[in-house]
């Protein structure tokens, strides 16, 4: 099967500046973030890494076809994949939980990166903003 040709304007390294929004598990705050997407499997591998002064995340997503795997640091082991479609010129990312449910937007607008993570407790609640970052490609 071939990969959706609109992953091809997401491939690159991206690095920039992240707003953080409280949670009932984290404060409000600002990090720096770093992406690498690359080719995968008909689909992307994505490497992730957020550096703020509580400490940091590190995390590694595979998006295959429509299914989605995102495993980091934290050391939750995905249960079930979740789901990898396309809005437009937007990659959306939905995975759920026994946690909950997350919620990640990726859409390349110029020579940026937009990223919106979005997160539920418990999983059928509304969605609340968790992270937004504006990443600048990097070594282009």
């Known amino acids: 099967m071939t990969p959706d040709p609109r992953y091809a304007a997401l491939l690159g390294d991206w ?16 990090a720096r973030g770093a992406l690498t997407v ?3 499997p008909d689909g992307i591998l994505i490497d992730y890494v957020e550096l703020q002064d509580a400490g940091h995340l590190l995390a590694h997503a595979v998006i295959v076809g429509t299914g989605f ?3 980091d640091s934290y050391g ?3 249960e079930t994949p979740g789901t990898a479609l396309w809005e437009g010129d937007t990659l959306v990312l939905d995975r759920r939980s ?3 449910r997350t919620v990640m937007r990726l859409r390349r607008d110029g020579e940026q990166l937009e990223v919106a993570l979005d997160t539920a407790v418990p999983a059928d609640a509304d969605p609340a903003p968790l992270v ?9």
């Open 76 to 78: 939750f082991v995905p």
């Open 132 to 140: 937004r970052g504006t990443y600048d490609r990097q070594g282009a």
């Open 15 to 30: 690095s920039g500046d992240e707003e953080l929004f409280p949670t009932a598990w984290t404060a409000a705050g600002s």
């Open 38 to 40: 690359e080719p995968g």
């Open 98 to 100: 026994a946690r909950g």
């Open 69 to 71: 795997w995102w495993f």
